[in-house]
């Protein structure tokens, strides 16, 4: 699944709403090792959703948390880079959509 796919398989646009503010985010790093290979390389996708934690009668913070997330650290060689971070994103996003579909079942 692409990544652009996801709102039409996950969440109705119908029931977006300029307020919400959930997001998927997908953050990928790969550090650079100098001229040894291979690549060591870090995915994690998380939903990221505002919740508020209740620190008295009269305060109560919002705050952007992961809700949900998966995350794997790896190697690959340079040629191998590319492909395999988008397959692995790909992946997580897959994990995403079937997580969210069970808990939220279409009518």
Same mark, same amino acid.
């Given at each position: 699944?692409?990544? *652009?796919?996801?709102?039409?398989? /996950?969440?109705?646009?119908?029931?977006?709403?300029?307020?919400?503010?959930?997001?998927?985010?997908?953050?990928?790093? @790969?550090?650079?090792?100098?001229?040894?290979?291979?690549?060591?390389?870090? @995915?994690? /996708?998380?939903?990221?959703?505002?919740?508020?934690?209740? !620190?008295?009668?009269?305060? *109560?913070?919002?705050?952007?948390?992961?809700?949900?997330?998966?995350? *794997?650290?790896?190697?690959?060689?340079?040629? !191998?880079? !590319?492909?395999?971070?988008?397959? *692995?994103?790909?992946?997580?996003?897959?994990?995403?959509?079937?997580?969210?579909?069970?808990?939220?079942?279409?009518?």
């Amino acid at each position: 699944m692409l990544l *652009r796919e996801i709102r039409a398989f /996950v969440v109705p646009v119908e029931t977006i709403t300029p307020d919400a503010d959930a997001y998927l985010y997908v953050h990928v790093t @790969v550090a650079d090792p100098g001229a040894s290979l291979p690549l060591p390389y870090v @995915v994690d /996708v998380s939903l990221m959703q505002e919740v508020t934690l209740p !620190r008295g009668v009269k305060t *109560r913070t919002p705050l952007q948390c992961p809700t949900w997330s998966v995350n *794997r650290l790896g190697l690959a060689t340079s040629t !191998r880079l !590319r492909a395999l971070l988008s397959d *692995r994103v790909n992946e997580f996003v897959d994990q995403f959509v079937a997580a969210y579909r069970s808990v939220n079942p279409r009518g």
